[in-house]
């Protein structure tokens, strides 16, 4: 008994050992990929996906769209990101969302409509808006999660395979 109390106990270090080794190597590719990112983009933030995982977020803006970015601190940057929301600027009001792209069910999208919204806070637009198209549909339910999530109102047409999305800064 004592000896099964001390094994659950070492195996507990263990454990903190292995993510402390594991936040060590993050932190350190953070440092390096930031130096890298920066060259080519702004840096607008540095926060945590799904299981605890280290991401910085940066973005590209342009006077009709805005790309936000997202890179897993889990390995060097290369010049790619590892997810990202492509959007277009369609008024002083409005962000219209192009699409979404990258790792899925890591939660790098949740992270990057957070920050996606804060741009268009800072921006004072009072819309995000998007289209749900035919190749949408095979992943159509998820979506529906995902935008519902995050406060959108989600309006969906199966017969004709389209939908629309709005979120509203109230």
């Known amino acids: ?66 790309q936000v970015m997202l890179h897993e601190c889990t390995k060097p940057y290369r010049g790619d990101w590892d997810s990202a929301i492509q959007a277009e600027y369609r008024s002083d009001s409005t962000l219209h969302i192009a699409d979404i792209k990258g790792v899925k069910n890591k939660g790098f999208g949740s ?20 289209d749900i198209v035919e190749r949408d549909f095979d992943h159509v339910n998820r979506l529906k999660h995902f935008y519902s999530k995050h406060h959108f109102d989600v309006k969906i047409n199966h017969q004709d395979f389209s939908g629309e999305i709005i979120w509203n800064e109230r």
């Open 111 to 130: 992270v990057l409509m957070k920050h996606l919204k804060e741009i268009a806070r800072e921006e004072n637009m009072q819309y995000i808006t998007g």
């Open 1 to 66: 008994m004592i000896y099964s109390a001390f094994l659950e106990k070492e195996k507990g270090k263990e454990e903190l050992k292995e993510e402390l080794d594991s936040l060590e190597i993050q932190l350190h590719r953070m440092q390096s990929n930031m130096k890298e990112i920066a060259k080519k983009s702004e840096i607008i933030s540095i926060d945590q996906a799904n299981e605890e995982q280290w991401v910085i977020i940066y973005a590209d803006k342009g006077r009709k769209h805005c």
